[in-house]
């Protein structure tokens, strides 16, 4: 029979909800986690984001800044380095606290980004048949049917 302490499960806990906001962060703005680590009260976060995903991003760091005083409280930041002659950086995000739980509700409450629509409006003056072969303006014609003559 295999006994567990009360510490490694605690642990355990704490690795589930450090993998909790490593998801939500991933799902809700495209935070890329490429390395974290987490010690008692503090996890610290290295990660990218895509630039597709950037509103999404304003949005969940506006909403982390914004809400503090939860229990816990955040640090974002970049981090630059240098790879070969090339300046890069990466999202730094460091957590004081130890409410993670807390933390995956209020990333989940971060408003989603207004997308704006396309839409199709047509052309005032203009005919359905303004692309066929006809003569243009001003007693011009196409230049594809002058080579035919």
């Known amino acids: ?14 690795m ?9 962060l991933h799902k809700k ?6 390395n974290h680590e987490h010690k008692p009260n503090q996890l610290r976060l ?6 597709n995903m950037m509103g999404h991003w304003k949005l969940v760091m506006h909403t982390l800044l914004s809400s503090q005083d939860s229990g816990w409280k955040v640090d974002l ?5 240098l790879r070969g002659t090339k300046v890069f950086y990466a999202w730094r995000i460091i957590v004081q606290g130890e409410d993670y739980d807390g933390l995956v509700k209020v990333i989940n409450g971060a408003p989603a980004p207004n997308r704006a629509e396309i839409m199709e409006v047509p052309l005032v003056g203009v005919s359905a048949s303004r692309n066929s072969n006809r003569v243009f303006a ?9 080579r035919n003559v």
């Open 1 to 14: 029979m295999i006994r567990r302490h009360s510490w490694s499960a605690s642990l355990q806990n704490k």
């Open 16 to 24: 589930s909800d450090v993998k909790s906001v490593i998801e939500v």
């Open 29 to 34: 703005a495209g935070f890329e986690t490429v």
């Open 46 to 51: 290295m990660g990218r984001v895509h630039t």
């Open 77 to 81: 930041s970049k981090n630059y380095f």
């Open 138 to 146: 001003g007693g011009t014609v196409p230049l594809h049917k002058l």
